[in-house]
């Protein structure tokens, strides 16, 4: 059976969702596939940046990591995208690289792909689902196939039972956190590896 090619695709201001990421790049990496984790370039102003010392370590700390590309999105077979909430909606980072994808989802590079997603926010009531709901909006314009967590595993309800994609308030990750993660990162590995067999 050929070995599914995962891109995961991330932003994170202060920590948390290169934190997720982390541990969906574990969990993918153990169920078989092969992974790119990707982070998308920080838009943000240099000075605003610097201005806040946590936002300015946080960019330090992922500076080893390359920035997504067009061929990372080629390349994968599924996707699994990372974003903190912003007024209910990704980050103005995350979708200024998705608006870059025009070129390739009319050429039909984005189609027939697998893709799920996972949030944060500072509040339990932050936009999680709002933010998860507009890049399922976006991922269906291209044509990819949701792999949406749904209540497939305990894990899921000990996180907070959120069935778009795995939601926190922001702040360190805990073991029931990071399995829901797995899960998630897991389904979406094990979906794809049927998808091209």
């Not at 000075?47 to 936002?55: I, R, T």
């Not at 960019?59 to 999105?73: F, G, N, R, T, Y």
């Not at 599924?78 to 870059?100: H, K």
Request: charge should be negative; aromatic fraction near 10%.
């Amino acid at each position: 059976m050929a070995q599914p090619k995962i891109t995961i695709v991330f932003y994170s201001t202060y920590g948390t969702n290169h934190a997720m990421a982390q541990e969906v790049q574990k969990a993918a990496t153990a169920a078989g596939a092969e992974v790119r984790l990707r982070r998308v370039p920080e838009t943000a102003p240099k000075e605003v940046v610097e201005g806040q010392d946590a936002w300015k370590e946080q960019l330090e700390k992922m500076s080893d990591i390359p920035e997504v590309s067009h061929d990372d999105m080629t390349w994968a077979d599924g996707y699994f995208f990372l974003t903190p909430t912003r007024y209910g909606n990704a980050t103005s980072q995350m979708r200024a690289f998705i608006d870059t994808l025009g070129p390739l989802w009319m050429e039909g590079k984005l189609a027939d792909k697998t893709v799920t997603a996972a949030t944060s926010a500072n509040t339990v009531h932050g936009g999680h689902e709002t933010t998860l709901w507009s890049l399922h909006v976006t991922f269906m314009h291209w044509g990819c196939i949701l792999v949406a967590p749904g209540y497939t595993d305990q894990s899921i309800f000990d996180a907070g039972g959120n069935p778009y994609g795995f939601s926190k308030a922001a702040g360190e990750l805990s073991d029931t956190d990071k399995a829901a993660l797995a899960h998630q990162a897991t389904r979406l590995v094990q979906k794809t590896e049927k998808l091209i067999a």
